[in-house]
C-alpha cells in the first residue's frame, strides 16, 4: 500500500492533528476527530468516527466507540480495497469533527 493515492493523500488532506487512546490513533481535521487506526497483533482497525453517515457504511460497528462509529478491520494488505478506503476518507473529512472546540 505504500504507493498508494491513500497514503499519499494523507499528508494533503488530514494534516498532523492526532492523539492516541487504548492503542488507537485518532486523526482530525479542523475542530474534531474524524477518523482512528491502531495495528494489533493480528490485524489493523480503521475507523470512523460518524461513520454511519458514509455511504456505503462500513461493515464494522466496534464497541465501545460511540454509536455512529463504523470501520473495517484488516488481517492483511490484501484485505484493503483502497478505492473504497480512499472514498471514506474524503467523505469522512468533509463532515464535522466529534469532541472539537465548543462554539
Not at 504507493?3 to 492516541?20: F, H, L, Y
Not at 487506526?37 to 461493515?59: E, R, Y
Request: charged share 20%.
Amino acid at each position: 500500500m505504500a504507493n498508494s493515492d491513500v497514503g499519499k493523500g494523507k499528508d494533503r488532506t488530514w494534516g498532523s492533528s492526532a492523539r492516541s487512546s487504548g492503542g488507537m490513533a485518532y486523526y482530525g481535521v479542523g475542530d474534531g476527530w474524524c477518523f482512528s487506526s491502531g495495528a494489533f497483533a493480528d490485524h489493523v482497525k480503521l475507523m470512523f468516527v460518524n461513520g454511519a453517515t458514509l455511504d456505503p457504511v462500513p461493515p464494522v460497528t466496534p464497541i465501545g466507540m460511540g454509536k455512529a462509529t463504523r470501520g473495517v478491520e484488516l488481517a492483511s494488505l490484501d484485505d484493503v480495497d483502497e478505492v473504497q478506503v480512499a472514498d471514506w476518507m474524503r467523505q469522512i473529512t468533509s463532515r464535522p469533527g466529534v469532541g472539537g472546540k465548543k462554539k
